[in-house]
């Protein structure tokens, strides 16, 4: 079992700023492909980014393309997600997610573990 506990959401101005931390623990020893998702109220979970375990390869949704990075330090077993040029449009409780390789990558499906959320909210 791997647990994973998100933080650093809350409340910026559009146009802002914000860095979410993905902390692992468990069975971190497996090479898991490691995403964020959200979801916005009344709205289905979306695909948000997801990094291999090296590091090597990242991908991301169009609409955070350019705006969104995602990393990870395997050594402190955490993924982050800087979001800069915040939108209103980005507001929704953001959640990481583990899979092994091959998993899923943007499929929620594909995702074996999933953290609580943390909420994430935007002012226009």
């Known amino acids: 079992q791997v647990q994973l506990v998100e933080s650093g959401g809350g409340l910026e101005q559009a146009g802002g700023s914000l860095r979410l931390s993905c902390a692992a623990s468990?069975?971190?020893?497996?090479?898991?492909?490691m995403a964020w998702f959200r979801q916005a109220p009344g709205k289905e979970r979306e695909f948000v980014a997801a990094i291999s375990w090296s590091g090597g390869t990242a991908g991301y949704a169009d609409s955070v393309k350019g705006r969104f990075t995602i990393s990870r330090d395997n050594a402190k077993n955490t993924v982050y997600l800087q979001m800069n040029s915040l939108k209103s449009e980005d507001t929704a409780v953001y959640y990481c997610?583990?899979?092994?390789?091959?998993?899923?990558?943007?499929?929620?499906?594909?995702?074996?573990?999933w953290g609580q959320g943390t909420q994430v909210t935007v002012s226009s």
């Open positions: 997610a583990a899979t092994t390789p091959g998993g899923g990558w943007d499929r929620q499906s594909g995702y074996y573990y």
């Open positions: 468990g069975r971190t020893g497996s090479r898991y492909t």
